[in-house]
């Protein structure tokens, strides 16, 4: 009787054992996760401060001269690949929580007997919706150095191009469509509720969308590189913690529009 009773009491905890083997397992996957993040953002980090991959010999040159530049292919590439790799370094960290969440549920769905999706898959999908910004802000460096309104820093020429695009960022940070987006960026429960989708080519399709919404949430204030500066390490760090802050602080939503506010009026103040 007293091993018929042990065995129950065995077969009665094993849902516990499997429970906490899942949570073993979850943990586990957060942090092999956590760690490829901070990896990836780090290197992305030490390219940019490395240069960019830009051969270029400023000595002696005025960084507030305009001189067009002869975009050859290779240039348009290198281009687009250090604004990629910016946007790497500055959006990374603040979709951690989402892509954390991703990793959890995935395990969760696993254990349930759905297919395994690997966690990089929804981050490729997310990555390729600012490779997608990238080649947008390309075009757009293009047009501007043509035209002779970037510097040789790549910042704005003249104060009327840096006080527009400034208004402009302070207007968009204003609109429902920029907190709306911000919603999604800054509730990774919800998005993964309404958008979950099995299998390889769902997590893919999550991630473009989650990516979609950071890139509507956040496009304006990356184009605020071409006031400060595109390879001005300082304006980066600065616009990727407000980026941060807007989607981890409790209060990220109003910081959001404190930031449209001063953007107005130090637009304004350049204008005129």
Not at 20 to 46: G, M, N, P, S
Not at 102 to 118: I, M
Not at 225 to 238: A, C, K, S, T
Not at 243 to 271: M, Y
Request: proline share 4%; hydrophobic share 55%; net charge neutral.
């Amino acid at each position: 009787m007293a091993r018929s009773a042990d065995s129950g009491a065995a077969i009665g905890s094993q849902p516990g054992l499997a429970s906490h083997a899942i949570e073993t397992l979850a943990r586990h996957d957060r942090r092999v996760v956590a760690a490829a993040l901070a990896l990836i953002t780090l290197l992305a980090w030490v390219w940019l401060l490395a240069g960019a991959g830009m051969d270029m010999d400023m000595t002696g040159m005025d960084m507030d001269m305009v001189m067009p530049v002869d975009w050859s292919p290779g240039y348009a590439f290198l281009m687009f690949w250090m604004w990629w790799i910016m946007m790497i370094a500055m959006m990374l960290p603040s979709a951690a929580p989402m892509i954390l969440l991703f990793a959890l549920v995935n395990r969760r769905s696993r254990e349930q007997g759905a297919p395994w999706t690997p966690t990089a898959v929804f981050t490729a999908g997310y990555l390729i919706a600012w490779g997608g910004f990238s080649l947008v802000a390309t075009l757009l460096q293009w047009w501007l150095e043509q035209s002779g309104w970037l510097t040789m820093s790549m910042a704005s020429a003249t104060p009327w191009l840096g006080g527009t695009i400034l208004i402009a960022a302070g207007i968009y940070q204003l609109t429902p469509l920029k907190h709306a987006c911000l919603r999604h960026c800054r509730g990774p429960v919800e998005f993964i509720s309404q958008h979950w989708r099995p299998g390889r080519a769902g997590a893919l399709r999550m991630g473009l969308e989650h990516g979609a919404f950071c890139v509507g949430c956040c496009w304006v204030v990356m184009g605020l590189l071409f006031y400060g500066g595109v390879m001005n390490l300082y304006w980066i760090v600065g616009l990727a913690v407000l980026v941060l802050l807007e989607k981890i602080l409790p209060a990220g939503h109003w910081l959001g529009s404190l930031s449209g506010i001063g953007f107005l009026i130090w637009g304004g103040w350049l204008l005129v």
